[in-house]
């Protein structure tokens, strides 16, 4: 496929710390008190030795508590206390939110489908789309179609052209809890005209639920055996087009922890990982172990099993100690006097997704994207919980 209409992507870059910024688009008005009635009003799951929390904005889950070593329930994501602060909250981190239409970066907000060019919102430094736009999944307010104790479907219609994508395309996610402590998401979509999909959910993990005064995830351990390759971008964190064999620092296929090759080789100014893990054995629609994590302090241990082809490590590297912690994710007298917050590199994200920027790289390797009209888009990803004893 040929490259690039347009400017040429190291001019976009050049003018990035100076005019661009200034005259990046700049995001609506979310106004936060007028959403929808029950947006934010918290529904519960339970099942086996887990539950979890959603909110309809962003189809997003804002607690997930699972037995640490001692069988002591800890609340292993970040979130907010007050459900209003998924819209509110300044630098809206896409906490525990569902991500689409099209997950991570899209080079300079342009792509293609059947020759036709599409234009999406420069969300991210007036340089590329980040995670759909400035008003993606993760501030859709879904609508619940079906519940139980265990789980819950949110559906939503997206219309032709939202932020830009084309045609008319019908969401659902369904989150469920099983009894063998397995969060599960099931994904899907139809659409009326050819598009791109690319799902993914933002939870961020910290398997000490930030505590024990140990407010990073530079502990937790990581292993992914068929993670030999991985998505290289530049400094915006755009793929520079090929997928290559990880470089040591990302090497996880065999057990490492974070903090062991964090400083060394990362691209993410804000410091730290923030890389797309590339499976070896991945094939279309075929689910299997991927990446696990645990907690050396807590013995949490997460097992992800997947249809995608890769992960999204990102490890706060934005969390700068500015927003507050939830409760249940403060010690013992922290929090009431302002000294509970989420620290740099204070959680993990395994973002299960299709790649990154997959619709401007058709060939090398990078999985389809498309979508043809009247076909489905699915995707199954889950998260199961489980100590490992030190
Ligand atoms: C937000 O919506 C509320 C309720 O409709 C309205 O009273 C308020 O003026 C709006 N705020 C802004 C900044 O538009
Ligand atoms: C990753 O590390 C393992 C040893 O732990 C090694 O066998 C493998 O070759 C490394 N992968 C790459 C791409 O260097
Ligand atoms: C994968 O599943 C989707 C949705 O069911 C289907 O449309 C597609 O044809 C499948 N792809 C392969 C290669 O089996």
């Not at 997950?103 to 599409?118: K, L, Q, W």
């Not at 980040?130 to 949110?154: K, Q």
């Not at 062991?260 to 691209?267: K, Q, Y």
């Not at 730290?272 to 629609?285: E, Q, V």
Request: hydrophobic share 35%; charged share 20%; with cysteine.
């Amino acid at each position: 496929m040929k490259r690039k209409i347009g400017i040429p992507l190291v001019v976009i870059l050049g003018a990035l710390t100076r005019e661009s910024i200034a005259s990046a688009p700049s995001p609506p008005d979310y106004n936060c008190t007028d959403q929808p009635e029950g947006s934010f009003d918290p529904i519960l799951l339970q099942n086996g030795d887990i539950s979890a929390q959603f909110i309809r904005y962003g189809a997003t889950i804002t607690h997930l508590l699972a037995p640490d070593q001692s069988g002591t329930p800890r609340d292993v994501i970040l979130g907010f206390d007050y459900g209003m602060d998924y819209c509110a909250e300044s630098t809206h981190p896409f906490f525990g939110a569902t991500i689409g239409r099209v997950a991570n970066r899209i080079e300079a907000g342009t792509f293609s489908v059947n020759g036709e060019n599409y234009n999406t919102p420069l969300n991210e430094n007036g340089c590329d789309t980040l995670h759909g736009g400035f008003v993606g999944a993760d501030r859709w307010v879904w609508d619940v179609s079906e519940s139980s104790d265990s789980s819950v479907t949110f559906t939503h219609t997206s219309p032709d052209l939202d932020q830009g994508f084309p045609g008319t395309v019908k969401f659902s996610v369904t989150h469920m809890l099983s009894s063998d402590n397995t969060w599960s998401i099931d994904y899907s979509a139809t659409t009326d005209m050819d598009t791109i999909i690319s799902m993914t959910n933002h939870a961020y993990f910290n398997l000490n639920a930030n505590m024990n005064g140990e407010g990073t995830v530079l502990d937790h351990v990581i292993n992914a055996p068929n993670a030999g390759k991985y998505i290289p971008v530049d400094e915006y964190l755009i793929p520079t087009g090929t997928i290559d064999p990880v470089p040591d620092y990302l090497n996880f296929t065999s057990p490492k922890a974070l903090s062991v090759d964090i400083d060394s080789g990362t691209v993410d100014a804000s410091g730290g990982y923030d890389n797309a893990l590339f499976f070896t054995d991945y094939a279309p629609n075929v689910s299997r172990k991927v990446i696990s994590m645990h907690s050396p302090i807590t013995g949490i241990a997460v097992l992800v099993t997947s249809d995608q082809a890769s992960v999204q490590l990102y490890t706060g590297n934005n969390l700068d100690s500015t927003i507050p912690r939830k409760k249940s994710q403060c010690d013992e007298g922290e929090g009431e006097g302002g000294e509970c917050f989420y620290e740099w590199r204070g959680a993990a994200t395994l973002e299960m997704q299709a790649g990154v920027d997959n619709a401007n790289h058709r060939d090398g390797g990078f999985p389809s994207i498309d979508v043809k009209a009247g076909s489905q888009y699915k995707q199954r990803s889950e998260y199961k919980f489980g100590v490992v004893y030190s």
